[in-house]
């Protein structure tokens, strides 16, 4: 059966892992593929939180730190998406803890402004970088004390 991109990013979208394998057998050259909005498959699992697709993708190569169309890898998603075992799993597999938006935003940055404290502590464990700012000159402790969050203050500040 002959499949298309289109396939591949819907049944990525629906969380059908099975459909998925099926499709990068029939044609792996789907894997690093964009839809339309710039969109690897792996962003589009991991934005979705399909842990399982997101798995399979990586351990089939799926390049970590690509970027969409607005600049975000997959990691930079989940962080303000609050997929904490999605982002274990980038990082896992060495996606960069570092990176930064067109914005100057880190995953550090988009986890403290979404007030995603699980994320925070596991991006702090793996060495998240909270001296970095993004374009408007705030870190992460910034963004904590504007949004009030006392406990990612106290995270930040030990």
């Known amino acids: 059966m002959t499949y298309t ?43 979705y939180g399909h ?10 190569g799926a390049e970590l730190d690509a970027k969409d169309g607005s600049g975000h890898t997959a990691l930079l998603g989940v ?10 799993a980038l990082i896992a597999h060495g996606a960069d803890v570092n ?17 995603r404290e699980d994320i925070v502590e596991v991006l702090l464990a793996e060495k998240a970088d909270i001296s970095i700012k993004d374009a408007r000159g705030f870190t992460a402790l910034d963004h904590a004390k504007i949004g009030g969050n006392h406990k990612l203050i106290q995270l930040l500040e030990n």
């Open 5 to 47: 991109i289109n396939d591949f990013f819907d049944e990525i979208r629906k969380g059908n892992l099975e459909k998925v394998v099926e499709i990068h057998s029939a044609d792996p050259g789907l894997l690093n593929s964009k839809d339309s909005r710039g969109s690897t498959p792996l962003i589009l699992a991991t934005y």
């Open 51 to 60: 842990l399982g697709i997101t798995r399979f993708l990586l351990e089939n």
């Open 79 to 88: 962080c303000f998406k609050g997929h904490t075992e999605v982002a274990k």
């Open 99 to 115: 990176v930064q938006s067109t914005t100057g935003a880190t995953p550090l940055i988009y986890a403290v402004a979404s007030n």
